[in-house]
């Protein structure tokens, strides 16, 4: 049903935009005027009206969409980010899945850089967030004695600057479970290794915005194209993943 009423909104049949739907609660997608007109800086929330929609700062910049090919976010790296509100605030116990096409610009790569994040901008830094790091993706989720031992860092390997690459992370409702953070690239799972094996504890639960590039005071921009970027309550299994992948691939060429 919710397939059929999302093709009825964006235009589309659900064959067009076969994306998973169960459990889905942000879909962030300049792709489709609905989401993002290109008028003003409200970026609507596909997916669930109890979720907040997003609020472009800064001017990053709108490319729409041009024939077969999406529509995208481009971000400088210094101050753009959308915001949205006091959205998705897991917290130890809840599954989730992140998902979104980056684009990353090159020679970026020797710096934090947030993807995806709603965590404080002090210490104790709780809260969770998607970085790229030395050209590798991390999966943070930090609770109140992150200084200590309440930070687990799930990594991906390296991934190539300047190509679109759909990148996909699954946290399972266990935290101290670090070893179950799944990263998948471009719908394959990828060797992923725990960079801080400390013990979780704590809690994530913040009053920080959920961003799209950079954290909740604006810092650690992402530098490049982010495009349509999805969150869903519950684990994606791989075949899901692949899924979502394969639905939208054709729409992101380099």
């Known amino acids: ?24 609660i942000g879909n962030y997608n300049p792709s489709f005027k609905v989401s993002y007109s290109g008028e003003n800086t409200t970026v609507k929330n596909l997916a669930s ?38 959205a998705f605030p897991f917290d130890n116990g809840d599954a989730f899945t992140l998902s979104c096409w980056i684009h990353q610009d090159a020679g970026t ?11 404080v901008e002090t210490s104790p830094y709780n809260g969770w967030y998607i970085r790229s790091y030395d050209n590798k993706i991390q999966m943070v989720l930090a609770g109140t004695s992150y200084l200590t031992t309440s930070n687990r ?5 390296a991934y190539a600057l300047n190509e679109w690459l759909h990148l996909t ?60 970027s999805l969150i869903y ?6 075949g899901e993943v692949l899924q979502n992948y394969n639905a939208t691939k054709d729409r992101y060429t380099n």
């Open 153 to 157: 860092g799930t990594q991906g390997g």
């Open 169 to 228: 992370i699954t946290v399972p409702s266990d935290w101290t479970d670090a070893d179950s953070i799944k990263i998948y690239f471009n719908g394959s799972e990828y060797a992923s290794m725990i960079t801080n094996d400390n013990d979780y504890a704590g809690s994530a639960l913040t009053s920080a915005e959920f961003n799209i590039s950079g954290r909740a005071n604006g810092s650690y921009e992402f530098p490049g194209f982010i495009g349509e």
């Open 1 to 24: 049903i919710y397939k059929l009423m999302l093709g009825a909104k964006l235009g589309i049949s659900s064959k067009q935009y076969n994306i998973v739907t169960d459990g889905l």
């Open 233 to 238: 309550n519950r684990v994606l299994s791989a």
């Open 109 to 119: 790569q020797g710096t934090t850089k947030m993807i995806f994040s709603k965590s």
């Open 49 to 86: 009206s109890s979720y907040a929609n997003g609020q472009a700062v800064n001017g990053p910049a709108f490319i729409p969409p041009a024939g077969n090919n999406a529509g995208y976010f481009d971000y400088d790296g210094s101050d753009d980010y959308i915001k949205a509100g006091q």
